[in-house]
């Protein structure tokens, strides 16, 4: 059972509504430890630039460099006295259409719970108002001793929170080089024929469709070396490199089309295979035929 990481409440108005917060991701990433030519475990460890030798954490300060090899020793206390007020509460300030906002300033989703009984009214109220609105709630939240712009909106059955960049966190467009800053004209024939591409790749999103590859090889080749098993790496596939556009637009379209002339034929062959009678429910009938005769 997983377990919250953070309680508090969410209040809008005078309302508040105790809730626990759960991880709502679980990264499956392949973790490697660093190992010494003889196999051994390499550990890192904390050393004075000065005298090369180690320092116990406890006697760490943090620094801040004005100028190279200059430093400001900061105090733990004086940043104690500039942190947030953490005050268990995620204090809604606006409600907005989730379209205004950009995926850019996401950036990690929590799940919401009530805390208890009592709490699950309101809970339940503000997810369906909401979802009937079609709005989120826009506030701040403090955990871990850092600040974040949060977003409160209704996930499946409840509600989720994610948290979210401040807007001078986001890089303009204009700040990076080679970003054209007027949009670029287009022949409408190139047009059309990306439009058909774009239409016979649309589908409806299931993100169980889409795996780890590169995720599942590493898994596989661990496994096979823990048995004393050597796998060969599939060879990547190399694309053929079209000039021109008008000509790589022509094949994307085909490929596209035998794409969407498989997966029908397979969907169609999963069609038949679920409304064909299987042989035991045929033998079955049989069998209850016979005895009714």
């Known amino acids: 059972m997983a377990r919250s990481i953070w309680t508090g409440s969410i209040s809008f108005g005078l309302v508040s509504i105790p ?68 005050t268990k509460a995620i204090e809604i300030e606006d409600f907005v259409a989730l379209e205004d906002i950009d995926p850019i300033y996401f950036e990690r989703t929590y799940h919401l719970a009530p805390q208890n009984d009592s709490a699950a009214r309101a809970y339940a109220l503000l997810a369906a108002v909401m979802s009937d609105k079609q709005r989120i709630g826009i506030g701040k939240v403090v955990m871990r001793e850092k600040q974040y712009l949060a977003a409160i909106r209704p996930f499946g059955k409840g509600l989720a929170m994610s948290t979210m960049l401040f807007a001078d966190e986001v890089i303009a467009p204009s700040e990076i080089d080679g970003i054209p800053a007027r949009k670029a004209s287009v022949a409408d024939r190139e047009k059309k024929m990306a439009a058909q591409i774009v239409d016979s790749l649309a589908s409806d999103w299931d993100p169980k469709r889409y795996k780890d590859d590169y995720e599942n090889q590493v898994q596989r080749l661990l496994k096979a070396k823990a048995k004393g098993k050597q796998i060969e790496a599939p060879e990547p596939e190399e694309s053929a490199t079209v000039l021109d556009l008008t000509e790589a637009l022509r094949a994307s379209l085909e490929s596209a089309g035998r794409k969407t002339k498989r997966s029908a034929t397979r969907k169609s062959a999963r069609t038949a295979k679920r409304a064909a009678p299987s042989k035991r429910s045929t033998a079955k009938r049989r069998t209850a035929k016979r005895r009714s005769a």
């Open 19 to 86: 809730v626990r917060v759960f991880s709502a991701v679980r990264e499956h990433d392949v973790r490697f430890h660093q190992l010494a030519p003889d196999g051994s475990r390499i550990h890192l460890a904390r050393v004075s630039e000065k005298t090369g030798r180690k320092v116990e954490f406890k006697n760490i300060k943090k620094g801040y460099e004005t100028s190279k090899g200059k430093w400001l020793v900061i105090e733990p206390d004086e940043l104690k006295k500039l942190a947030p007020k953490s």
